[in-house]
C-alpha cells in the first residue's frame, strides 16, 4: 500500500489562490503517475489533472489555464497549484496514484488514494 497524504485545502474567496500537497513515497513521485481529482457533494468523483511519470500532464477543461501540477523530488511531494478559484471549485481533493507510469482519467485506474483535503470557495 502506498501511503498519500494530502494539506494545505482551505476556505477562500472567489479569485484566490491555493496550493495543495500530497506527500508520497520517493519512489512514487520519482517514476509513477499521480493525479488528482475532487469530488463535491452529491456529485461523483472527477479528475482534475493527471500527470504521468515521464512528465505528461493533461487538465480538464474546467481547471485548464487555472490549475497548475508538479512534483518536487526533493521533499517527495505533488503539488496543485490553484489560481483564480471558482465557488465551482469548491470539493474535497484527492491525491491518486497508480502502479504505472501512464495514467486515465478513469478514477477506478488508481489503486491508491489519499484522505483528501477540503476546498471550499465562496462568491
Known amino acids: 500500500q502506498v501511503h498519500l497524504v494530502e494539506s494545505g485545502g482551505a476556505s477562500v474567496q472567489a479569485g484566490g489562490s491555493l496550493r495543495l500537497s500530497c506527500v508520497a513515497p520517493?519512489?512514487?513521485?520519482?517514476?509513477?503517475?499521480m493525479a488528482w481529482f475532487r469530488q463535491a457533494p452529491g456529485k461523483g468523483r472527477e479528475g482534475v489533472v493527471i500527470?504521468?511519470?515521464?512528465?505528461?500532464?493533461s487538465y480538464a477543461d474546467s481547471v485548464q489555464g487555472r490549475f497548475t501540477i508538479s512534483r518536487d523530488y526533493a521533499k517527495n511531494t505533488l503539488y496543485l497549484q490553484m489560481d483564480r478559484l471558482k465557488p465551482e471549485d469548491s470539493a474535497m481533493y484527492y491525491c491518486?496514484?497508480?502502479?504505472?507510469?501512464?495514467?486515465?482519467?478513469?478514477?477506478?485506474?488508481?489503486?491508491?488514494w489519499g484522505q483528501g483535503t477540503q476546498v471550499t470557495v465562496s462568491s
Open positions: 491518486a496514484t497508480t502502479d504505472f507510469k501512464r495514467c486515465n482519467w478513469d478514477d477506478g485506474w488508481y489503486k491508491h
Open positions: 520517493k519512489n512514487t513521485v520519482t517514476w509513477f503517475c
Open positions: 500527470n504521468e511519470g515521464d512528465g505528461g500532464t
